[in-house]
């Protein structure tokens, strides 16, 4: 049973926020009205960051049921515009979230991927949250890309590239906005309430239709079990069918990074290793995990918006846009479309030759059985490449290749990371806790898998 809450006001139309946040401090549960006071209060101003931040850090303990959640997520929709693109004329409307892992570059392959094969995809991504990488942050990196585009921008190029990826402007949930710098910086990440709130308040005030979420689940994700997982595709699932958005939610693996490259302007180049069918960099290293869970969520995209019949169906279509060229050339017009110079990634000697690049080599031989992999992201962090307060601004230099994954080989003096650094941290350290994060044993160890499970809408 509940506790019983304290009166809020003897207003209806205020709110009284100390004992708001007392209330849910000791498991009492908000109103909608309550909810709908707070929300407007902070986006108005009137609601300083210090008490919605204790209020984040009360629910984080003591959480928010369905109806809760619903009322959180319907009142940041409300805070700003939505659109409806399908009024437009726009078909196949369908978007990707991801919760968040290290070195989970998809969004920028999967949304011209999909646009390749007759989708319309209108994803409105984010910065990094805690020690995982932002698409919007990525994206950055490259000179001249616009995140930022009016409604009218964005109308035309859904029209012409067929996918756009933007930021949330003030006008777009911009409780949300305001939300998601704080819980950054507030270590109030981890709660499935906020988090369902967050990715829905932006995906339904986008116009999607169909949302593909990639639920990350392990030592580098904030979910590190199934069942959190599990839980999480519920809430959302439940809290979208109320605004007619049908959510389709596939379970990943996040027990060691996706893909090679961890940061910014390092992971758009592994980027256009995949988009160009090509292995560019001077190493050798493989994006066959970051390839294969691309084109198992576009398939997921395409069946449930109804552009085929099958999963199968939709992978084979994938695949051939991915390798015929078509995916690369839309990634290309999507960058062109946003003001984006794409050219200084096109020479890999750019980031991989650069003066401030050392290597992480081990001291021992075995095989790789573990990788640390949100201690991985807090480095890449520390190093600039994510932000420990709202005000900080991203370095996109700075970076980590991974060289060994979970149940390769190591021999002494192999490469381990090869780390791109700002020249601001003693490169000695950095390399001390790289080396500390790779467990290396004698017993092979295999590799985890990658796909987990797909929850049914």
């Known amino acids: 049973m509940r506790p019983k809450a304290i009166p809020n006001s003897d207003s209806p139309n205020t709110l009284a926020v100390p004992h708001f946040i007392q209330n849910k401090r000791n498991g009492a549960e908000h109103t909608p009205e309550e909810i709908k006071a707070l929300i407007q209060g902070y986006t108005e101003g009137t609601i300083p960051d210090y008490q919605m931040s204790a209020w984040l850090m009360a629910t984080y303990f003591s959480s928010m049921n369905f109806k809760e959640t619903a009322a959180l997520t319907q009142a940041m929709v409300e805070s700003g515009q939505r659109y409806d693109w399908s009024i437009k004329g726009h078909r196949y409307l369908a978007d990707k979230h991801s919760t968040g892992g290290l070195g989970d570059k998809v969004s920028l392959i999967l949304a011209p991927l999909v646009a390749a094969c007759g989708l319309t995809v209108p994803m409105m991504a984010g910065r990094g949250l805690g020690h995982t990488g932002g698409t919007i942050d990525k994206l950055e990196s490259i000179p001249g890309f616009k995140v930022i585009l009016s409604e009218a921008e964005i109308h035309e190029q859904l029209k012409t590239v067929g996918c756009v990826i933007i930021s949330q402007s003030e006008k777009i949930a911009p409780a949300d906005r305001k939300i998601y710098a704080l819980r950054d910086v ?51 699932k439940n809290v979208g069918k109320l605004s007619g958005l049908k959510v389709i939610s596939s379970l990943t693996n996040m027990d060691q990074p996706l893909g090679y490259a961890c940061g910014n302007a390092v992971e758009i180049f592994e980027c256009l290793e995949v988009l160009r069918n090509e292995t560019l960099n001077p190493f050798g290293l493989s994006s066959l995990d970051l390839k294969e869970i691309t084109l198992h969520l576009a398939s997921l995209m395409l069946e449930g918006s109804g552009k085929v019949k099958t999963r199968a169906e939709g992978r084979k279509l994938a695949l051939q846009k991915l390798e015929d060229g078509s ?118 160890k295999t590799a985890p898998k990658l796909l987990i499970e797909v929850v049914p809408t």
């Not at 307060?389 to 021999?411: A, E």
């Open 327 to 444: 995916a690369y050339e839309k990634f290309l017009a999507l960058i062109a479309a946003q003001g984006g110079k794409i050219e200084t990634f096109e020479n890999p000697k750019y980031y991989l030759n650069s003066e401030k690049i050392f290597e992480i080599t081990s001291t021992k031989k075995g095989f790789v059985t573990e990788i640390e992999t949100e201690a991985l992201g807090k480095i890449l962090v520390d190093m600039g490449a994510g932000r420990k307060k709202t005000s900080d601004q991203v370095d996109p230099t700075v970076g980590i290749l991974v060289h060994k994954k979970i149940g390769q080989s190591v021999r002494q003096g192999d490469p381990l990371f090869t780390v791109f650094s700002s020249g601001k941290l003693n490169s000695a350290l950095i390399g001390e806790r790289l080396r500390d994060l790779v467990k290396i044993k004698t017993q092979k």
């Open 186 to 236: 507030t270590a109030t990440v981890e709660c499935i309430p906020l988090i369902t709130s967050s990715i829905l308040s932006k995906k339904i005030a986008e116009g999607t239709k169909t949302l593909v979420m990639d639920i990350k689940v392990g030592a580098g994700a904030f979910l590190k079990t199934k069942k959190e997982a599990l839980a999480l595709a519920k809430m959302i």
